[in-house]
């Protein structure tokens, strides 16, 4: 992990504090927060005060404008304040609020039964959640509860969440070092080896966890037919697949969800940031109708007050639909974002190493840390916000908005190649 403190100090003054200086900003904001929390981020360069959002940009508190390409790992997908999405929590507001968790309404029938179209195969039991992390730690004990077998395997240095069950699977360090011990029988494989998945899965094996990419650490792809053999892997031990599609879904990779990237149907898909249409949150396990029949004899054995609110029905409602209708235009789009990214870093090969590409999902491999991180500070010194990996700070990944127009393509493309410009050695 590296010391990302001190990275970036140099941007630190540029962005909007309000009129403070980078010490004020921190004792204000800090002392009411975590001040480690504040100046960490401060120390990556993004001393910043939120203001208005809409579409593709968002302010700072002095107007300065960002271009979003990290959206908040596709929870803003859909841009800020999607209109279609916003006019869909607006209206269920006139009338609704968040319903019971108990009884059954018009919207939420009509997601589920959404969910169930757009999904792949026989997924069409809908389990309302709220965050990502609620979402995976239910898709955990559904698997525990609908196999009785109690073994979870989990990729290295995934991303699940940082609850319980979710936490269990986190790669070592200070993410979660501090809770242990955690929740026994969890096991890591190697991400795309399927061999070494074979050694490990068994018929004490509840379910394995997967994203189709993974996205957190490196944005890496699996190697053709990894996930068909995760799945005939499955089948034979009676293990469910888990699809983790909090940022593989909601057409980041060029498809509705991460498993039809791959085609291959998983027994739970768990959704949730884009599903929120950036607006209200919600998330979801959708599973194959026999992972919730263990539930019959006890229907209310797990539930959650905020789960599955009549305005968030609507508001996923819309985000479904919208994300259904950009489907067509993500793969020219991510096309021609990839062939102005590779045109660009293959002129800077001592700075950038490697583009890694899958659908509406990028992962730039710089050469070490300082480099990678040094871009980061840099774009958004330039008015762009891209994303370091939580793990490995050599590694920036874009999520772009999926409603990006050619004219913002170019000006990110502009804006990469003057940063890399600038911090390319001068020969
Ligand atoms: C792949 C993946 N799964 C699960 C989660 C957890 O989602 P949440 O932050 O809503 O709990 C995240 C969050 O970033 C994630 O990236």
Same mark, same amino acid.
């Given at each position: ?149 109690? !073994? ?144 019959? !004899? ?130």
């Amino acid at each position: 992990m590296p010391d990302r403190r001190g990275v970036g100090t140099a941007v630190a003054n540029v962005r909007g504090m309000a009129g403070l200086t980078p010490t004020e900003f921190v004792e204000r904001y800090g002392r009411y927060f975590n001040v480690e929390r504040v100046e960490a981020i401060a120390g990556l360069g993004f001393m910043f005060v939120e203001g208005p959002a809409e579409g593709v940009w968002f302010e700072d508190s002095e107007g300065h404008k960002f271009l979003d390409m990290w959206c908040m790992g596709g929870t803003f997908s859909l841009g800020h304040r999607n209109p279609v999405v916003l006019a869909a929590a607006q209206d269920a507001l006139a009338t609704e609020d968040f319903g019971s968790l108990f009884f059954f309404s018009e919207d939420k029938g009509r997601l589920a039964e959404k969910l169930a179209q757009c999904t792949p195969g026989r997924l069409e039991t809908t389990h309302p959640t709220v965050t990502g992390a609620e979402a995976i730690d239910l898709s955990i004990k559904l698997a525990r509860g609908s196999t009785g077998r109690t !073994e979870i395997l989990y990729a290295d240095h995934s991303y699940h969440g940082c609850t319980g069950f979710a936490l269990s699977m986190m790669a070592r360090g200070s993410m979660r070092d501090y809770a242990e011990p955690l929740v026994p029988d969890f096991t890591e494989v190697c991400f795309g080896d399927a061999a070494d998945l074979a050694s490990k899965i068994s018929e004490r094996t509840a379910a394995v966890v997967l994203e189709a990419v993974r996205t957190d650490c490196d944005g890496a792809i699996p190697p053709e037919g990894y996930l068909t053999e995760v799945r005939r892997l499955c089948d034979e031990t009676g293990a469910k697949l888990i699809s983790d599609e909090v940022v593989c879904g909601m057409g980041r990779l060029g498809t509705f969800w991460g498993c039809d990237y791959w085609g291959v149907e998983p027994d739970m898909l768990v959704t949730a940031k884009g599903f929120s249409g950036g607006i209200y949150p919600m998330s979801a396990v959708v599973t194959r109708p026999e992972c919730l029949d263990f539930f019959g !004899e006890s229907p209310y054995r797990t539930i959650s007050s905020f789960a599955w609110s009549n305005v968030g029905a609507r508001v996923s409602l819309a985000a479904l639909e919208e994300t259904e209708r950009l489907l067509p235009r993500l793969g020219p789009l991510g096309d021609r974002l990839h062939a102005g990214v590779m045109s660009i870093t293959d002129r800077f090969p001592d700075l950038v190493l490697s583009v890694r590409r899958a659908g509406m999902l990028f992962a730039i491999d710089f050469a070490d840390a300082g480099t990678g991180l040094g871009f980061l500070a840099g774009m958004f010194a330039a008015g762009v916000l891209v994303v370091a990996s939580s793990q490995r700070g050599d590694v920036i990944k874009l999520y772009p908005p999926l409603i990006l127009e050619d004219a913002e393509v170019d000006l990110f493309l502009d804006r990469m190649e003057s940063v890399l410009s600038k911090m390319a050695p001068r020969g």
